[in-house]
């Protein structure tokens, strides 16, 4: 299957800094790419769609301005949380579909741990 | 919008024994349902997926049957094992080339016990 890699694997962060987390398909391109968040015993949440070349579409309950997302590349989309709090504290995953059928491939996922 | 529910939370099985967990989606123009198998600290790993042309997929020791009219589908698991302890999501879609933006069950939280 096709290969999504998610860097980094784990982050601790202080408390209103911001973290970058970065998505790639390592053997295919993809022009979407979604954003998912995942609280711990619970299912994956989308949070957000990223569209290379455009803005990326938010869930309801999502804020924008926190969750910036950017998809300056075929094979790259980057999620950043600004001014993180320890309630952002999650497991942060991303996917991409290589564009030919339906399957959706899935990073590794980010744990990001805020103190 | 679409609304995937799936049943039971937790299962506990004996090594050997069949699994199966099933699901049922709101939207009958969903058309892809994939399973996926997340182990902890781990993202979600596609197993099998269906779609909605077909009655009956198998590979192996899993298998997924899809019932359109009742708008459900469920996964088997034949002869357990312990490696397949983990915890399994199903998903549909209104699968769109390229285009895939699931929404998940809950999650089971399959045990096997040697």
């Known amino acids: 299957g096709a290969v999504v890699s998610q860097h980094p694997s784990w982050v601790i962060c202080k408390s209103g800094t911001s973290v970058k987390i970065e998505c790639r398909s390592l053997?295919?391109?993809?022009?979407?790419m979604f954003w998912y968040r995942q609280f711990p015993k619970q299912s994956l949440m989308l949070m957000a769609t990223?569209?290379?070349?455009?803005?990326?579409?938010?869930e309801q309950g999502v804020e924008k301005d926190k969750f910036l997302i950017n998809h300056a590349s075929l094979t790259l989309s980057t999620l950043t949380v600004t001014s993180a709090h320890p309630e952002d504290s999650s497991f942060y995953i991303c996917?991409?579909?290589?564009?030919?059928?339906?399957?959706?491939?899935f990073g590794q996922g980010t744990r990001l741990t805020v103190v | 919008g679409e609304n995937v529910e799936q049943h039971p939370s937790t299962l506990s099985v004996q090594e050997g024994d069949s699994a199966v967990i099933k699901c049922t989606y709101s939207?009958?123009?969903?058309?892809?349902f994939p399973w996926y198998k997340q182990e902890l600290g781990k993202g979600p790993q596609l197993i099998i997926d269906?779609?909605?042309?077909?009655g009956e997929k198998k590979d192996q020791r899993i298998a997924v049957t899809l019932n359109k009219t009742a708008k459900h589908f469920s996964l088997h698991i034949t002869e357990t094992q312990p490696e397949d302890s983990a915890v399994y999501f199903c998903?549909?879609?209104?699968?769109?080339?390229?285009?895939?933006?699931?929404?998940f069950g809950a999650g089971t939280r399959l045990a096997v016990h040697p």
């Open positions: 998903a549909a879609i209104r699968g769109v080339r390229g285009y895939n933006k699931l929404i």
């Open positions: 053997d295919f391109q993809a022009t979407t």
């Open positions: 990223s569209n290379e070349g455009s803005k990326a579409t938010y």
């Open positions: 269906i779609r909605s042309n077909v």
């Open positions: 939207d009958s123009a969903s058309n892809y």
């Open positions: 996917s991409a579909g290589t564009g030919g059928e339906a399957e959706a491939f």
